[in-house]
């Protein structure tokens, strides 16, 4: 059976718990938190609560940064919740979207990524490091935290397969998109001595539930303007982007509003991805929504290309119930085969 995880923004602290409780209930195998300061409540608050709250589920930032977090204290942080949790985190890291770019700062490059995880590494070991021209460490953590990287582009997927612990792959659904990011990975990993196999890889996709198709479409409009702002940033090259398309997803970049990323209701991001057309293209290559029904059907084709894992957004207007109807209507499909027809 495929497993999937959730990943959610998190909420006032008081309702973390409940929250996090009802995604293990739910039958996610993690649980994902948006890390991103300006918009959503702190991360490692909500992870600590998390932990206390759940006896199974993996607990991952959905994902962090090296810009906006130096990486002792990441170090320290990760080896804290692991700690609290009994071995359940896991930390994941990409080069910096709007936890960055909301303080004026810029995504890293794919050389300081490399050096950040080979750092977090030893960090998580107690060793002494030098990161950046200093001697850093972070000396009371014995505990080696996996460790894996968001990745869309060609070469950050290869960056992922050569040196991380798992990938949270973010170029798309499509077959093609599979295939090439599975690719991608296995030169990496053949790179650092390693297989596809050794890699723990979940595919990310934006994601809603509800009663009708477009309804739920509807309501992560704005989740596809996140996608569309992420995977095609720095270069397009060798990113399956057809020709026509190009335009529109550079106008969407030059005017993409970080203080409302992914931010349910009627925001500009919403409206630009609708302006431009982009929603049928978006939503078929990184989303997973629609109807219960609708929704194992497409997990279905996404598992015979091989897609065994899923990390799932709960970035809706309603995210308790959106695991609720998980619980109730998708995880008995998925289970029993996935009947065709929803309750």
């Known amino acids: 059976m495929m497993r999937c995880g959730v990943l959610v923004a998190p909420p006032n602290p008081v309702d973390m718990g409940g929250l996090a409780a009802s995604a293990e209930g739910a039958g996610f195998d993690v649980l994902a938190f948006a890390d991103s300061q300006s918009l959503f409540r702190e991360l490692y608050v909500s992870m600590a609560v998390a932990a206390q709250a759940t006896e199974r589920i993996k607990l991952v930032p959905g994902v962090s940064n090296v810009v906006t977090r130096h990486v002792a204290v990441t170090a320290s942080a990760m080896a804290t919740i692991d700690e609290l949790s009994g071995g359940r985190a896991i930390l994941a890291l990409g080069t910096g979207d709007s936890a960055v770019y909301n303080l004026g700062e810029h995504a890293v490059s794919l050389a300081d990524m490399n050096e950040a995880v080979l ?36 070469r950050t997927l290869e960056l992922a397969g050569m040196i991380a612990d798992g990938v949270i792959v973010g170029s798309g659904l499509g077959p093609g998109h599979v295939t090439a990011a599975l690719e991608r990975l296995a030169t990496g990993a053949e790179r650092s001595g390693r297989s596809l196999a050794d890699l723990d890889v979940w595919f990310f996709a934006k994601a809603n539930l509800g009663s009708d198709d477009q309804s739920a479409l509807d309501e992560i409009r704005m989740a596809l303007a996140a996608s569309a702002n992420h995977a095609f940033r720095f270069t397009k090259s060798g990113k399956d982007l057809p020709e026509d398309l190009k335009p529109a997803v550079a106008r969407l970049q030059q005017e993409y509003a970080f203080h409302q990323h992914e931010q349910v209701g009627e925001t500009r991001n919403a409206e630009l991805v609708a302006e431009l057309g982009l929603i049928p293209y978006l939503a078929d290559r990184f989303a997973v929504v629609g109807t219960p029904a609708t929704v194992v059907s497409r997990l279905q084709a996404l598992e015979a290309l091989g897609v065994e894992q899923v990390l799932l957004t709960a970035l809706v207007p309603d995210p308790p119930g959106f695991i609720d109807l998980w619980r109730d209507a ?7 085969g996935a009947p065709e027809r929803a309750r």
């Open 119 to 154: 750092s977090l590494r030893r960090l998580f070991a107690g060793e002494r490091v030098e990161f950046r021209g200093r001697q850093i460490h972070v000396g009371w953590s014995r505990r080696q935290v996996p460790i894996y990287m968001a990745a869309e582009g060609p």
């Open 330 to 336: 998708v995880a008995p499909r998925l289970a029993a």
